[in-house]
């Protein structure tokens, strides 16, 4: 457990009327980007609420970095607590233009804001040219942007974000992303941020609570609950793992980037314009793994690895299999059909190469 | 056009209804505000009190208002007891009598202004450290400023327009109570068609002139440049 001064301690219950249940107790790091993941009805807008004091739980304890936000006896509320919010949708004051409702948050922030910061967080979202417009004639993605300042702007100890781009068409999504992105390498704010959707997940978050009808289903750091096969968000399908590494070599002739995420252990993905030295996010589904006993240079695949048979667990589609790989120091999930593991002979201990059809290069 | 007695009924009226038209946005707002947030039970019977002066014929609230003001109705009582004496057929006394009259004109516009604006920016405020006053002032009076307005304009000409209540509170006062509706009324009862005419024109012009601020109010508050000509 780590210093008291240094986490967010929520225990939460509430009733509502139309059976809704909401059963919470958690403690979350004050940093880097925290995902309460789940799908829609399992209660993650209605704990950020909370959070930030716009609903009262029967039950609350908040304690946010020894701070007490709410007990038995108090409630603060959420005009007293040192959060920033971004709601799901549109939320930018109509009566005044970008620029004013910029003014707005700046009228009120704790301390004084210096003109470098505002510049960065102009800077940092885009809105140069946007701040003399008024809402309706920003498009769902400026605005979202807008808010986003806006709610930076107050300078809060906590930015809680609330799905904020489900509201938005995919290409309206992507134009925002690497502003999220950017947000979070260069500013130190601790976010907590409402998604069901597991790209964004794998995208931004660092450390993952996962809700399912109000009850919370795991908790830890994202690249340990990913990979966990026994939830249901995250099986099937979806199953992967996530893995960090540091940009090793460029070969621009053939638009390729070389990571390292392990020791010894290297991945080609596609060269999106990085830099040597910069640390990437790949997630690899293990329906893109496939196994082969010793390692095939007649193939077209770039990224073999040489890995050993952890375990191999039956995948929902009872056709498949899901075989756990030790490569080095890191693990990886290959999906594949039932007959072949039968006919490789996979087993646990078994020395094998994971061939990697295709990285996801995350961010 | 005008002789100076009508000069004087134009001018009083005028001094009334912005009288009126003051007071009402001051005591509207909170019960406009009560009606559009409450969930209580007496929101409906609040409602219908607001509201029955759109139905009742105003010589009803006159006479109840008449008797209430009176020497010994309870109003009256207390205005006597005050020192202030007794309201009927004075200014005063027509201003409260309006105020009751053109309620609903007010309160329901800036009623449904609220209402509509639902939730979000109120919570959008919140988080954004404003307590509720500031809320309150900074963010919910200037997003229903196309509310109030058409409120006051409402409640301004519906006042300039009564007859029945100023009849039955009023009467006939130069100065006092003689508001253009009633100078009207005294030139036809005298036959001079010709001076009823100009200022019932006139009348008619005003009511025109006001609706038609009212109808440009709806339409711009839909688009932005309502909120860059500030």
């Known amino acids: 457990m780590g210093s008291v001064e240094n986490d967010i301690k929520v225990q939460l219950k509430l009733n509502k009327q139309n059976s809704f249940r909401l059963d919470i107790e958690c403690h979350l790091p004050i940093q880097g980007v925290t995902a309460i993941f789940g799908p829609s009805g399992s209660g993650k807008t209605t704990f950020l609420r909370c959070m930030a004091g716009l609903e009262r739980p029967e039950v609350g304890n908040i304690n946010v970095a020894g701070e007490c936000w709410q007990s038995s006896e108090l409630f603060l509320p959420a005009y007293q607590r040192a959060i920033g919010y971004v709601f799901q949708e549109a939320s930018l004051f109509e009566h005044l233009s970008a620029q004013g409702n910029l003014q707005f948050a700046l009228n009120r922030a704790a301390d004084p804001i210096s003109d470098l910061f505002f510049d960065e967080i102009i800077d940092l979202l885009g809105l140069k040219k946007l701040l003399n417009r008024y809402p309706n004639e920003l498009s769902g993605g400026e605005r979202q942007r807008v808010a986003i300042a806006r709610a930076l702007l107050i300078q809060p100890q906590i930015l809680l974000m609330d799905e904020p781009l489900a509201s938005l068409d995919q290409s309206r999504r992507e134009e925002i992303i690497p502003y999220l992105s950017k947000l979070r390498k260069t500013l130190s704010i601790p976010i907590l941020y409402v998604t069901h959707s597991i790209d964004e997940i794998v995208q931004f978050a660092d450390y993952i609570l996962v809700l399912e009808e109000g009850r919370q289903m795991a908790e830890g750091p994202v690249s340990d609950v990913l990979s966990r096969s026994d939830l249901s968000a995250f099986s099937g399908y979806n199953t992967g793992c996530l893995w960090e590494g540091k940009v090793v070599e460029r070969s621009e002739d053939w638009h390729l980037a070389k990571i390292e995420c392990f020791s010894d252990v290297f991945l080609w993905v596609k060269d999106t314009g990085v830099e040597v030295g910069e640390t990437l996010r790949v997630r690899i589904l293990a329906r893109d793994v496939s196994l082969t006993l010793s390692e095939d240079n007649s193939t077209s695949i770039l990224n073999k690895l040489p890995a050993k048979v952890a375990d191999v667990t039956d995948d929902q589609d009872v056709g498949m299999v899901l075989v756990q790989l030790d490569c080095e120091s890191g693990s990886l999930t290959a999906r594949i059909t039932k007959r072949s593991a039968n006919e490789l002979g996979i087993s646990v201990g078994a020395n094998v190469f994971a061939q990697v059809k295709s990285v996801a290069l995350v961010c | ?230």
Request: glycine letters at 10%; proline letters at 7%; a positive charge.
């Open chain 2, 1 to 230: 056009m005008f002789s100076a007695a009508d000069w004087s009924a134009i001018a009083l009226t005028f001094r009334l209804a912005l009288t009126v038209t003051i007071v009402l946005l001051i005591l509207g707002t909170p019960i406009a505000w009560w009606l559009a947030r409450t969930r209580s039970y007496w929101r409906g019977p609040v409602g219908a009190v607001v509201a029955l002066p759109l139905v009742l014929p105003p010589t009803v609230l006159g006479f109840y208002m008449l008797i209430a003001m009176g020497p010994n109705g309870p109003v009256g009582q207390l205005t006597q007891t005050l020192g202030i004496g007794l309201l009927p057929f004075s200014f005063w006394g027509l201003v409260i009598a309006s105020v009751f009259y053109s309620l609903p004109f007010v309160v329901q516009p800036i009623q449904n202004a609220f209402e509509s604006l639902g939730e979000r920016p109120l919570e959008v405020a919140a988080t954004l450290r404003c307590g509720p006053w500031e809320t309150f002032f900074c963010v919910v009076v200037p997003l229903a400023k196309p509310g109030f307005l058409t409120a006051a304009i409402l409640g301004f000409a519906h006042t300039v327009g009564e007859f029945g209540v100023v009849l039955m509170i009023g009467g006939n006062i130069p100065n006092e109570t003689r508001v253009v509706s009633v100078q009207i009324y005294d030139y036809v009862e005298a036959l001079e068609y010709g001076r009823a005419h100009s200022l019932s024109l006139a009348m008619i012009l005003f009511a025109f002139v006001v609706l038609l601020g009212v109808y440009g109010i709806r339409r711009n508050a839909k688009t932005s440049s309502f909120w860059k000509a500030r």
